[in-house]
């Protein structure tokens, strides 16, 4: 089994809409610091350019699960850091058309949202999915309420 990746197909129009402010106040602020000011003024403008590059870094990461040799590495959309989960950890896979419940033992379970994924990329994840499981001996439930 090969690592399942994706590339984000879209942005979400909040997103966009932050990025577009804060590129517009780094822009009014550059202006600002043009005239003699005190160095608060080019403070603000660093911080505000820090945090631009940090959304935009933080939007441009695909997401994907990928296989080790204990478990699963799954760093998904929206998430700042990346999951791992023990294969010893999973109770049960729960698949549903929405998202995809990972249950852990003792632990919270992981949820996967599935809506900004296109059809074939939903497929591709489900094929993945229930392979691992085949592969694994791991409980496997098909909900399509979730």
């Known amino acids: 089994m090969e690592n399942l990746i994706f590339k984000h197909n879209k942005r979400p129009i909040a997103r966009i809409v932050i990025l577009l402010v804060s590129l517009l106040l780094l822009v009014g602020l550059f202006f600002i610091i043009l005239r003699p000011g005190d160095i608060w003024d080019i403070l603000e403008l660093v911080l505000l350019a820090l945090f631009y590059t940090g959304v935009l870094i933080f939007?441009?990461?695909?997401?994907?699960?990928?296989?080790?040799?204990?478990?699963?590495?799954?760093?998904?959309?929206?998430?700042?850091?990346?999951?791992?989960?023990?294969?010893?950890?999973?109770?049960?896979?729960?698949?549903?058309?929405?998202?995809?419940?990972?249950?852990?033992?003792?632990?919270k379970p992981v949820k996967l949202i599935l809506e900004g994924l296109e059809k074939a990329d939903k497929t591709r994840l489900y094929e993945f999915l229930i392979e691992y499981t085949k592969q694994k001996n791991l409980a496997l439930e098909r909900n399509l309420n979730l």
């Open 59 to 107: 939007i441009t990461l695909p997401a994907g699960i990928k296989l080790t040799g204990e478990g699963l590495k799954i760093r998904w959309f929206n998430w700042l850091k990346e999951k791992n989960i023990p294969d010893t950890e999973i109770e049960k896979i729960i698949l549903g058309r929405l998202s995809i419940h990972i249950n852990r033992k003792d632990k």
